[in-house]
């Protein structure tokens, strides 16, 4: 994983700001379909500024917006995704999510996208593009695994395969969003994976 | 859409042979990550015969795999997919479709995976992509518009969200099957979006 530690503070955020726009450009148009040259013209960089702080290039810009969207997509679940054991916090989750999704363009999940882009080109870059979506996982699991402890969900309810259901209504969801140009595919997958979680209840 | 009627027989023939081949290539590499060289390449293919075929290259290209993806992973989910007006046949659709992705290497979905790359490169195309899926929606939705006129779902069952939630469970259970290189996660998906149906049942 790149680190920001070697940078002065001024330095650590151009750094940042160029990952921002940068996650932008990569956002719309695919990791294949975003050069390094469209990544200078569009953050008005150097290529040796961009060198210096991306010293193994694309790859490393890379996995530098895989971290940085998964920190976006988190903190928009929060205070939500920490706390996934009520069934409150689950519908206080499902509206943040919409909520996020809802005020952007509708450009789809980035770290799925990417991971989906990334497995046949860059095996090495997707794997890690794809623990970031295992952490992402990890706090739905964590709900869900405490909700069973507390008696909210049946003894017999498998909160992995529950997560599985749930990550996969949100990816699946986002994927639609995209291709239909729609807020709905979302609202539906969500709300479907949700009474299925509740069919899992006492 | 491309056509094959102004082929020879032999030629058209050979078209398909080409559009088989060049699909596997991109289900493997994504179309950013296929070049028209490595079509030629994996196809035995002379430029002039693919440009002959294939007269806008790539885009052509990719609008015959597109299709021919279509078909295959229709065909897949058949008799199923045109009768899916009884539990019994969502059990047997869901079935057939996890055979099928379990048969193959973890790729995805072919057509998801498409739309989604060329939505930010090539909007047109794209939306071609897009009505496929829609028209794969199509079934999915016919059949549970007649279970809702049967009675076998509540009348205040709505058969489009119904749609979008099995439609997204489908496809983010094929992107995490290629993410996480399991068969797990679209299973538990389409478990989870069955459990919702029959939640919308009398």
Redesign the interface.
Known sequence: MSSTAKFTVKGALTRARIVEAAADLVL??????TTLDDIRAGTGTSKSQLFHYFPAGKRDLVAAIASFQTERVLQAQRPFLDTLDTWEAWEGWRDAVLAHYGSQPHW?CPI??M???L???DPER?AE??AH?ARWCGYLRAGLTRMRAAGLLRADADPE??T?????????????T???QSI??????L???L??LR?SAP
């Open positions: 719309a148009r695919g990791v294949g379909g789809g799925g996208a991971a989906s882009e497995i046949g080109s997707a593009v794809a979506m395969a529950l599985l259901a749930v990550f996969a209504a949100l990816q699946g969801g986002l994927l639609l995209q291709t239909m709905e595919p979302l609202r539906a997958a709300d479907a994976a009474t299925a069919a």
